[in-house]
Every structure is written in C-alpha cells, then in structure tokens.
C-alpha cells in the first residue's frame, strides 16, 4: 500500500466524483465521469457526479437502515459485515446486474465509483476475505463515518478487491464482457476527501481536503502534473476544451476555483450542478473512430453532506429531483425503500414520499467474477 500525501503531490485545490464505467481489456476504454468537492462555499459541503455511460441502464434510488447483512463476494471466503450506518445509494444495473455505484450515509459520508483504466487490484490473495470491486462504496459507508475512518481500513489491508467482469453492450461495437476498472472518491461532512486508487495490485491513497476534482485516467498524481500546465494553477496555457479526462480535469479545478461565494444553499446547488453539466459530455455521434467508446452523460448527483439532501438529475428529464435522510427511519430492523428512476416518468421535487418497501438483497453480488 501506498500513501500519497499533500506535500508529495504538491500544493493544488482538487478531487472528483463519478461510477461504474468499464475498460474493455486490450480495447480502447471508454472516457467517462467526473466527481467535484465544494467544501469551503459556506453553506454545505456538496459533493458533484457525472455518470457517463454508452448504453441505457437502469438507476434507481434506495435508502438502505442500519443492520442489513452484506457479502463481499458469493461463494467461499467472503468478507461480511453487517452495516453500522444507514446510507441512501444510487444504484446502476448492468445488464440485470445492480450496485451502489454512488451513495452518502447518515454520518455524512459520500463514495463515489470512478472508472480508471490503470486500476489493478493485483492477483486474489485467497487468505483474506474479498470484496468484489462492485460492493466497494457500499462496504465504505456502511462501515466508516468519515474520511479519515475509510481511509486507516484502507490501510488496514483487511481484505482483498476482487476484479468483475460484465457484459456490456456498445452501439458501435455490439456485447463484449468489460473489466470493472473503478477508483474510489470519498468527501465527508468536514469537507475531508480522499481518492483511493489501486495500481499494481497496491492501495494508493492521495488524502487532503484540497483534492476536490476526480475524473479517469491517468492516474491522479499524473491529473496534477497535467493541471499544472495551466493558467491560475501555475502555466500558461489556456483552458481545454475537448472531452477527455484530463480536459475536464482542468475545466472543472478551473470553474470551481473561481466559483463566486453563495449567498444561500441555493445559490450554492446551483453553482455545483454548473460546474458538473460543464464537465458533461452530451449526447452526439462519435467524432473520432479511434474512439468508439466514447459515453453520454446519461445522470448525475449532487450529495448535501451538511443537511443530508441527495440530488439526482437524469439527463433525458427536465426536472430534479432529491430525497431527504430525515424523511427515513435509519434503526436496524426498519425496511429497505426503492424508487425506480428508470424510463420515461418525470419525478419532481422532493420524492422521499415516494419510496416503496423493498428487498435489499436485489443487490446482489454480481456472477461475474475472474
């Protein structure tokens, strides 16, 4: 394991946000999502995401309360727990396949699933439990209260990623199975943030409260060498303005930097879902050939740390929509609630209301394992 501090990174304002997009093997891997941390607006610390993506999938909305019983992985030598805290997660389905890929938790915690192509959680150490990479966010917030909490089980090396592979349907390309290739961005309520990325088969943290920006590849110490060749981060070239990771690396640690400060949390919301529809990708053909992977933006969150609200905007409706942890009971033995997000119905406004009783073992571990 491998820890990156501030100092060996050298001094910038960033850490990001996104899910659940895939690297397909030796193919050219999808460009996709982006996370942003606002922690010093003075009025809420919100956490931003693009979920990027090539396909449609269904997504929906689940509060999740204290005591449900969890697996790592199916079969033999599963790490599992039970959650301390209650969490209300997105979960994304690929193909019939549904996992948290973004969530916060009572605590104020939030975890967000990136795709990284230089993701390698090394070959399966079979004398420690495993954690398949799809249960990752979700062990986090049911299990830490903070940053700082993720971070030291992190270091604890108590357990084993396991890779996944899914089925994946590309309309330029047609079904291929995809490597799950995800890094973890957390924020809590303290505007704390870390970004864990697993590369060679070790842990490497990159934990500072000035890391707010996360996109994909490359890796984040490489995203902070690229920053630094531009204007306002210690440069001189202007502001990109394509779509690749690094591109939007850039644009979104510019924006955010020189965001004027709220005069309300309102106003606040409506600088961070700004700063996330720039760093968007939109619904066109693909330009490049060399590129066939290339995703939408198809949804994104914006988790209020401080006041327990989570947003959620799908890219195809022309209205928000959010739930309130305040409207749930979090104490162990209370239901699991679901609301579907998928299709054509148009929620709006608060939908806390509007969850249903439902089973949490719909979200199983995938089959899909190497």
């Given at each position: ?129 495993g954690l398949s990479v799809s249960k990752w966010a979700q062990y986090i917030l049911d299990n830490c209260a903070t ?106 640690s510019f924006y955010l930097k020189n965001l004027p400060q709220p005069s309300n949390l309102r106003e606040a919301l ?101």
């Open positions: 394991m491998r820890y990156v501090s501030k100092k060996k990174l050298s001094v910038f304002c960033l850490i990001a946000m996104c899910a659940g997009v895939f690297s397909f093997g030796s193919m050219e891997s999808t460009q996709a999502c982006s996370r942003i941390l606002s922690a010093d607006n003075g009025e809420a610390v919100l956490v931003g995401r693009n979920m990027d993506w090539p396909e449609k999938t269904d997504v929906a909305f689940w509060f999740l309360p204290r005591g449900i019983k969890n697996i790592g992985l199916n079969g033999e030598n599963s790490l599992d727990w039970q959650s301390k805290y209650s969490s209300l997660i997105i979960a994304s389905s690929v193909q019939g396949q549904s996992f948290a890929s973004d969530g916060i938790n009572e605590k104020g915690l939030e975890a967000n699933l990136l795709w990284l192509d230089e993701s390698n959680y090394g070959k399966r150490d079979e004398t420690k439990p940053v700082e909490e993720a971070v030291n089980l992190t270091k604890s090396n108590q357990y084993t990623i396991v890779d996944l592979n899914v089925p994946m349907y590309i309309p330029t390309v047609g079904t291929t199975m995809a490597r799950a290739s995800l890094h973890l961005a957390l924020a809590d309520k303290t505007g704390d943030s870390a970004i864990i990325e697993y590369i060679d088969g070790k842990a490497v943290i990159y934990h500072d409260r000035n890391y707010k920006i996360m996109t994909n590849s490359p890796t984040f110490d490489k995203q902070q060498e690229n920053l630094r060749q531009y204007k306002g981060f210690g440069g001189t070239k202007e502001l990109p303005g394509n779509s690749t990771p690094g591109d939007r690396f850039v644009r979104a409506a600088h961070m879902f700004s700063v996330t529809r720039n760093a968007a990708q939109p619904y066109i053909k693909t330009l490049d050939p060399k590129h066939p992977y290339t995703a939408a933006t198809i949804w994104s969150t914006v988790g209020d740390l401080t006041n327990g609200y989570y947003y959620f905007e799908s890219t195809t409706s022309p209205f928000l929509v959010w739930a309130d942890f305040s409207s749930f009971d979090s104490n162990t033995g209370a239901p699991a609630m679901k609301l579907s997000l998928s299709g054509d119905t148009d929620y709006n406004g608060n939908v806390s209301n509007l969850f249903q009783k439902a089973d949490p073992n719909e979200l199983k571990v995938p089959e899909f394992h190497h």
